[in-house]
């Protein structure tokens, strides 16, 4: 069985080697990916974002019970940015997660930042390609990181549910930060502890400045322990409720259209990133040019500009 049909089979070994093509930059991967694509837009994308210890692998592991007992194919792709670990799981969410290591309706997948020429955001869409084309019906991104990381993981999934746990302090601080808006469903972790309702409330507060029309989904709070695994019906009920709202109007076509831009968009700014680097090294920086402005008889302006115009960009 060659690796396109193992995937799309759904064969574990087949979705392990084609990710790691793809993590790994392997030119035999585009070919893979260009085969594939037409098999995919049936997996619902799912991501779980939040900071660290907030609970979001227990959480995730919680949600593929609920989405294997609901018949689907689960795939898990948990993106550490952080981590120079990648190709497995991270230990502690191989171990979150390790009841469902030996079913073969699930894949797990850890992702970390070492060796991404296009991108950490850009390797983990192809990796949700290859997981929607073999056949999960929902693909779960867990993103560990405040800020920048979210965000792009808010841009790449259907719906964000937004990890927070009381008493974290600077909880909402970090929400007032421009994570807030991502937000589609806000999931108050470890509401075992002190301070749920404060929590609970606060996030309220900030939605209630929110401008809002009569169109716009006010993003539920959905309150946890996912420990104990109480909330997680009512959570998985939000995801519910927010895909339906996206359905109607043709929200989601318009979602994944503009993710299928940006993509577009991600691989072009790549590629040209990549070849400006080279004709930088090779012909500007090795170039005579430079001699005039190390003297200070010209200046970096002129320098860009003579050679923006030998480029056709003036
Ligand atoms: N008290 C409490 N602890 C929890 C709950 N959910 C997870 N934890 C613990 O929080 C710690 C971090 O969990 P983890 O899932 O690895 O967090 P992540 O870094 O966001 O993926 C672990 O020790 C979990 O057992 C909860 O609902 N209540
Ligand atoms: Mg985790």
């Known amino acids: 069985m060659d690796l396109n049909d193992g995937i799309i089979a759904g064969d574990v070994r087949a979705l392990a080697r084609a990710i790691s093509l793809v993590e790994n930059g392997d030119p035999a991967a585009v070919p893979l990916l260009r085969a594939l694509f037409p098999r995919t837009g049936a997996a619902y994308l799912l991501g779980i974002?939040?900071?660290?210890?907030?609970?979001?692998?227990?959480?995730?592991d919680r949600l593929i019970a609920h989405y294997r007992g609901r018949g689907l194919r689960v795939g898990v792709i948990a993106v550490d940015p952080s981590s120079p670990f990648s190709g497995g799981?991270?230990?502690?969410?191989?171990?979150?997660?390790?009841?469902h290591a030996t079913d073969p309706g699930v894949f797990i997948r850890s992702m970390g930042s070492r060796g991404h020429l296009g991108g950490l955001a850009a390797a983990t869409a192809d990796a949700a390609a290859v997981l929607d084309a073999g056949g999960c019906g929902i693909v779960i991104?867990?993103?560990?990181?405040?800020?920048?990381?979210?965000?792009?993981?808010?841009?790449?999934?259907?719906t964000t549910v937004l990890v927070t746990v009381p008493g974290l302090?600077?909880?909402?601080?970090?929400?007032?930060?421009?994570?807030m808006e991502i937000a589609d469903i806000f999931a108050v972790n470890k509401a075992d502890r002190d301070g749920v309702e404060k929590c609970v409330i606060e996030i309220e507060q900030l939605l209630g400045?929110?401008?809002?029309?009569?169109?716009?989904?006010?993003?539920?709070?959905?309150?946890?322990?996912?420990?104990?695994?109480?909330?997680i019906a009512e959570l998985a009920d939000a995801v519910e409720r927010h895909r339906a709202y996206l359905s109607q109007h043709g929200r989601l076509e318009r979602r994944r259209?503009?993710?299928?831009?940006?993509?577009?968009?991600?691989?072009i700014t790549g590629r040209l990133g990549e070849w400006a680097h080279a004709k930088l090294t090779n012909d500007v920086e090795a170039g005579e040019n430079l001699a005039d402005l190390y003297r200070r008889k010209t200046d970096p302006h002129?320098?860009?500009?003579?050679?923006?115009?030998?480029l056709g960009i003036d």
Do not use: C, H, W, Y
Not at 89 to 99: H, S
Not at 217 to 223: A, H, N, R, S
Not at 257 to 267: S, T, W
């Open 49 to 60: 974002t939040g900071p660290p210890g907030g609970g979001k692998s227990t959480l995730v």
């Open 141 to 158: 991104l867990e993103t560990v990181g405040i800020g920048q990381s979210e965000v792009e993981v808010a841009g790449m999934v259907d």
């Open 257 to 267: 259209n503009e993710r299928l831009r940006r993509q577009v968009r991600a691989i």
């Open 169 to 179: 302090g600077d909880d909402v601080q970090v929400l007032k930060a421009g994570t």
């Open 89 to 99: 799981a991270i230990l502690g969410d191989r171990v979150r997660m390790q009841k």
């Open 209 to 231: 400045v929110r401008e809002m029309d009569e169109s716009t989904f006010l993003p539920p709070i959905v309150q946890l322990v996912a420990r104990d695994g109480k909330g």
């Open 302 to 310: 002129t320098v860009a500009a003579a050679v923006l115009r030998e």
